[in-house]
């Protein structure tokens, strides 16, 4: 049976939006871990066969095929090409299960997946605006469709409202919102000052570590924050922050790893994606759990450490709650309120953060999931080598 394997993990520290990374173009950032990941693994970059990307909002400095303009922004060879990949939040975990695919599949044996984002230069949802905007069109990529208008009338797609669904659907309050959003930046805090990041990170320039964490942050501030929307639980304290980052992944097949003299670190073990209601659209982790474990053969008990988006506190909390998960095993070193969401990128940088965080822990299975635009969910299975 054909294998997959995880060679190397390497990403960038976070970028607070406005911080130190703003000012990077993305393709400079993109191109700063492939740079390192080639470096790290001592691959001849020009066995590479492809280059699969995760981005949204691919418009300016994002537009025209990062993926490529990223490998050839790092000075590596123009032989090998690049596909850049949109699937919303997930795009870059998407771009992992590309990158296994094409290997499993045995088309090709030497592929760098990853993802990069630059928030503060190309805000959310920019480039549909400014698409839209010139041709009069005001209702975004759903309402003006007859079939989507026909399926799901005029329900705002929206992922505050479908966040505050969650809040309300499985009974989570603010202060548990806020608890656990307190708990995020708490841990992120205790992996920075203890170095779990250290062995992942590239640092870039005098961005040396993760910028989201706030030190200052307490109870009681966060519960002195207007809600996002009337009537509703969900503050800014409780959501994934605005941010910058990239992270690449090397995947090999077992001749590749022969070949090449790679010493594999995990092999993807399970892949899929799921979907479940557009509109609520946060949950579909949920299911995708399910489907993976049932696919598997696996419970959660067999898994030893989960990494699961922290896109808004309620997404986390009710998956904890559907599925019984064990806390503790869950976003141990904090998660995307502390550390940001830079959004092409997450899913490559919670990949390489659950890899590290194995081999540092000797766990042998880990589990990676988060919710995507449209109501999609990608969930992965590594086990560590």
Not at 8 to 36: C, K, S
Not at 284 to 312: M, Q
Request: aromatic content about 4%.
């Amino acid at each position: 049976m054909a294998e997959a394997y995880i060679v190397e993990a390497v990403r960038t520290p976070v970028g607070r939006r406005g911080g130190g990374l703003a000012g990077v173009h993305p393709a400079d950032l993109g191109a700063h871990v492939l740079t390192a990941l080639v470096e790290r693994s001592g691959i001849d970059p020009a066995a590479v066969e492809d280059v699969v990307f995760g981005c949204l909002d691919t418009v300016g400095p994002q537009a025209g095929d990062i993926a490529r303009t990223c490998w050839l922004a790092a000075g590596l060879p123009e032989e090998v090409p690049g596909v850049t990949v949109d699937r919303q939040c997930g795009s870059s975990q998407q771009a992992v299960h590309f990158a296994a695919q094409a290997v499993l599949s045995g088309t090709q044996d030497l592929v760098v997946a990853g993802g990069v984002q630059n928030m503060s230069q190309v805000p959310i949802a920019f480039a549909s605006r400014q698409a839209a905007v010139p041709l009069g069109l005001t209702d975004g990529p759903f309402l003006g469709s007859t079939g989507w208008r026909a399926r799901y009338g005029d329900q705002p797609v929206n992922q505050f409202a479908g966040a505050e669904m969650i809040a309300a659907q499985w009974g989570i309050g603010r202060e548990e919102q806020e608890e656990f959003a307190l708990r995020s930046h708490r841990r992120a805090i205790w992996a920075i000052d203890t170095g779990r990041f250290d062995r992942e990170t590239v640092p870039h320039g005098e961005v040396t570590v993760d910028e989201g964490p706030r030190r200052d942050t307490s109870a009681e501030k966060m519960a002195a924050l207007r809600p996002v929307l009337d009537g509703g639980t969900i503050t800014a304290a409780c959501s994934s922050q605005v941010s910058d980052g990239a992270a690449a992944l090397l995947l090999a097949s077992e001749r590749a790893v022969r070949q090449h003299g790679l010493r594999p670190r995990a092999r993807v073990h399970h892949l899929s994606a799921r979907g479940e209601d557009p509109i609520r659209m946060l949950s579909a982790p949920i299911p995708a759990t399910a489907h993976a474990l049932k696919k598997t053969g696996l419970t959660l008990d067999d898994i030893d450490l989960v990494e699961i988006n922290e896109a808004f506190a309620p997404v986390v909390l009710a998956w904890l709650k559907e599925t019984g998960a064990d806390p503790g095993k869950v976003n141990v070193n904090g998660g995307a309120i502390a550390l940001g969401h830079p959004l092409g990128a997450t899913g490559a940088r919670l990949m390489t953060t659950l890899l590290h965080e194995l081999e540092r822990t000797g766990g042998r299975y880990g589990l990676q999931t988060m919710c995507e635009g449209g109501g999609q969910a990608n969930v992965t299975v590594i086990e560590r080598l």
